[in-house]
């Protein structure tokens, strides 16, 4: 057996920890979510693996989480028969934290400066997971043994700066975590109280898929033989006793496989809560029971907020796979475009083959057709929307939408209606695309548009002299990623975009007499600004201010150039 050993956290787990435990921390008993949602994820994983290697699994497949409190010694303990960890998983998945994840967490922090509220949210958001348990314990054992493996490995911290690992010898498969508990601050929970846990799961972990299961002291009738009575038949003394038994205390409901009108919007809501790990509402529920040539279940929820790393390429995808009610896996990116990554939701199809990995997927004709129905769905449920509720999602996901123009062609035309932007004209209102066509002038034949970085300079950009001359609307694009929506989106119903920024406008024809007038002149300022400027033209764009810098059809807007030289290219 091998020696016990003491490691080091790396600099940003002991920074973590240290937060953890310095923090004011209100809500406490979410360490208990975040450890049964480990050991959850720890049964699917043997699950999936069970498919392809059962005998590994055949000691025990009676797969659950089981919860223990212990008053006088002050412990929680949860215990899984899930896929364990081996020594080496132990410390680099608890040991270390060299999750993109935790960087981004305290990053964002610091972004934040509120390093003394750690919320719920923020929790969820980051899984600060497993290390959530140093909010309520200042030791914490971990024993386990992986699936095959015949040893075992105890992990044990303070959450100080260091922790100990070492061999032991573990008959059963799977993982117990023990936190010796701190003691209670005023107002504090008491987590060794049976009733209070068995109230914190049924709130957090309802729909946990794995018996969520506790001894619990119950109270039963005697049986008649057993209750002493009187003379009359009256009972004297007890006729309960106290008995323990084992209880499960989530439903485990898979609610997208429930009839549509049988789920609550109570339902949803924890639902939701469950698989995003938001504390928001969902904006809105897509459920739908797909038939056909194949059946599958899809439960999606459009978010309220946008989560704060959105856009970071390691986030992941809010879909999960199942089949049969089996979790096959989370993370799912083939079930919808990147740009809908946020989209929370399951999928169930009971025809897929459990057996896939992700590359399968990628080339697996259904799962590409269900891909396909989603996003219809998505864009049905966005474009159906109330205007105001539309508002709200655009404020949240609007740039996340746009991320599709150019990366999405099949749907660009309807991602393109989607699309709101406040106008020259709208008085600060968002304007469709639609609108600002129907609002055009007669004489009118294109979309024009202008990018930069807010809309006030934009308004008073002496770029659009011109075209306000001309009473012509304006879309104000503020967006960076706009740049890239003007890119691939040229035009929108047979209607050309156009730069209000670049090249002739050609609202009004430059005539040749007036050319020949200024040339001297025009070349004189070439001359002079040669290696600043790629030309200097006459231009009918300006009514009030005597010159203005301008780029040419096809090169970079000023405000694309400005966001390139800022990212280094
Ligand atoms: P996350 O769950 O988001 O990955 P956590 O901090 O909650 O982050 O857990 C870190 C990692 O530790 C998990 O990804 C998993 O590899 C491992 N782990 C935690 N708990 C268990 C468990 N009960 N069984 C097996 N592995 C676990
Ligand atoms: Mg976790």
Redesign the pocket.
């Known amino acids: 057996m091998g020696e016990k050993q003491t490691h080091q956290f790396k600099t940003e787990v002991q920074q973590l920890l240290r937060l953890i435990i310095n923090s004011l921390y209100s809500n406490k008993e979410i360490f208990v979510r975040?450890l049964i949602?480990?050991?959850s994820?720890?049964i699917d994983k043997a699950r999936f693996k069970e498919q392809t290697e059962p005998d590994l699994f055949s000691d025990d497949t009676d797969f659950q989480i089981r919860l223990a409190v212990d008053p006088e010694k002050k412990t929680f303990t949860i215990t899984?028969n899930?896929?364990?960890?081996t020594l080496d998983?132990v410390n680099d998945?608890?040991g270390t934290?060299a999750?993109s994840g935790t960087a981004a967490f305290m990053e964002a922090l610091e972004k934040s400066k509120k390093e003394t509220t750690l919320t719920p949210e923020l929790i969820g958001q980051f899984?600060?997971?497993?290390?959530s348990a140093f909010i309520v314990a200042d030791k914490i054992c971990l024993e386990?043994r992986a699936a095959g493996a015949d040893k075992g490995v105890r992990w044990e911290s303070d959450g100080q700066g260091t922790y100990s690992i070492e061999e032991i010898d573990k008959t059963e498969r799977g993982?117990t975590?023990t936190l010796y508990l701190k003691e209670p601050e005023e107002d504090d929970q008491d987590f060794t109280d049976e009733y209070t846990i068995q109230h914190i799961v049924k709130k957090h972990s309802d729909f946990v898929t794995y018996p969520v299961i506790m001894n619990l002291e119950k109270s039963e009738p005697l049986p008649e033989n057993e209750i002493i009575k009187d003379k009359d038949g009256k009972p004297i003394g007890d006729t309960f006793k106290k008995v323990r038994k084992d209880e499960t205390l989530n439903s485990m409901k898979a609610i997208w496989a429930q009839p549509k009108d049988e789920v609550t919007e109570q339902e949803h809501e924890e639902f939701y809560k469950h698989i995003s790990h938001n504390w928001d509402k969902p904006l809105a529920v897509i459920h739908n029971k797909f038939e056909g040539v194949t059946e599958y279940d899809v439960l999606m929820y459009i978010p309220s907020k946008a989560p704060f790393d959105l856009f970071r390429p390691e986030r992941k995808h809010g879909m999960q796979l199942y089949c049969k009610r089996v979790f096959i896996m989370d993370d799912c990116k083939e079930l919808l475009p990147d740009y809908l990554g946020f989209v929370q939701g399951v999928v169930d199809a009971p025809d897929l083959n459990l057996n896939v990995s992700r590359e399968i997927l990628q080339e697996d004709r259904l799962v590409r057709n269900i891909r396909k129905n989603l996003v219809k769905r998505v864009f049905s449920t966005l474009e159906e929307m109330d205007p105001e509720k539309y508002e709200e999602f655009y404020n949240e996901f609007g740039q996340a939408l746009k991320a599709g123009i150019p990366t999405d062609f099949t749907n660009k035309e309807r991602i393109a209606a989607l699309l709101r932007y406040k106008t020259t004209k709208s008085e600060g209102k968002y304007v469709t695309l639609d609108q600002y066509i129907g609002n055009m002038k007669e004489d009118q034949k294109d979309i024009y548009y202008i990018t930069g970085e807010n809309l006030n300079s934009l308004m008073n950009s002496p770029l659009l002299e011109s075209l306000k001359a001309k009473d012509y609307e304006v879309l104000l694009m503020v967006d960076p990623i706009d740049e890239w929506v003007t890119q691939s989106l040229t035009e929108y119903k047979d209607k050309k975009l156009k730069s209000a920024e670049k090249g002739d406008l050609d609202v009004e024809k430059v005539d040749d007499d007036k050319k020949n007038e200024y040339s001297a002149l025009l070349s004189f300022l070439k001359g002079k600004l040669e290696s600043h400027v790629k030309d200097v033209v006459v231009s009918n764009r300006l009514k009030d201010s005597v010159s203005c810098l301008s780029g040419d059809d096809w090169g970079m807007s000023a405000y694309m150039e400005k966001i390139l030289k800022a990212s280094g290219q």
């Open positions: 975040e949602s480990n050991a994820d720890a899984d899930g896929i364990g960890m998983e998945n608890i934290i999750k899984g600060v997971g497993f290390y386990t993982t975590i």
